[in-house]
């Protein structure tokens, strides 16, 4: 189930290497694979664990609305909420805890926090968060897929981190500073 990612696969992949999570809201499997791909071309490599780590599928919460299912995602447990929820579930959640520093508990930011207003790129906060080794675990929300199927526009993109206003400035960051990341929906 969707609120055993955190304890599954986030706070296992945070015991050996700092994280950056992406939640890519409305990500399908298709969007997921053209994305992985133009990440393979840009120097990511897809790991899957042989454990089972990092392969499958998580069943959504019901009703499979953000104010259930990217909820419990976020919180490690069954709940409906926004983002203020998702950001309490998060930075508060055991097992996140348990892997992070105890001065530094697991961070998130969502769409309207990560962008800078006057430039191009990562706001501040984002930016020295991703930057900061003593913080082993930075999550962001990205909205772009769903406000796109939001819109019910009838076009087929092609779906590369380029088409992201900020998904290559977080996975720069990441790789500048070795992290590893999970991109999820």
């Known amino acids: 189930p969707v609120e055993s990612f955190l304890d599954g696969v986030v706070a296992t992949v945070a015991a050996k290497d700092p994280v950056l999570v992406i939640v890519n809201d409305g990500m399908d499997g298709g969007i997921f694979e053209e994305l992985a791909q ?3 071309h840009r120097g990511w490599m897809r790991w899957e664990d042989p454990s089972g780590i990092g392969k499958g599928s998580l069943l959504s919460a019901l009703p499979s609305v953000t104010s259930c299912s990217r909820t ?4 490690g ?8 929820t998702e950001k309490t579930g998060f930075s508060k959640h055991p097992a996140l805890l348990a892997v992070s520093l105890a001065t530094k508990p697991p961070v998130l930011f969502h769409k309207a926090e990560l ?3 006057a430039a191009a790129g990562l706001s501040q906060s984002v930016r020295e968060s991703l930057r900061d080794s003593g913080q082993r675990i ?7 897929v769903d406000d796109h199927l939001d ?11 380029d088409g992201f206003r900020v998904l290559d400035a977080l996975l720069d960051e990441a790789l500048m500073v070795g992290r590893a990341v999970i991109l999820t929906s």
């Open 77 to 84: 447990r069954m709940a409906s909420g926004a983002s203020n």
């Open 138 to 144: 930075v999550g962001v929300v990205v909205n772009a």
């Open 72 to 75: 419990a995602l976020l919180s």
């Open 115 to 117: 962008a800078d207003a």
């Open 151 to 161: 819109k019910a526009e009838q076009l087929r993109l092609k779906w590369t981190v």
């Open 38 to 40: 133009d990440m393979s």
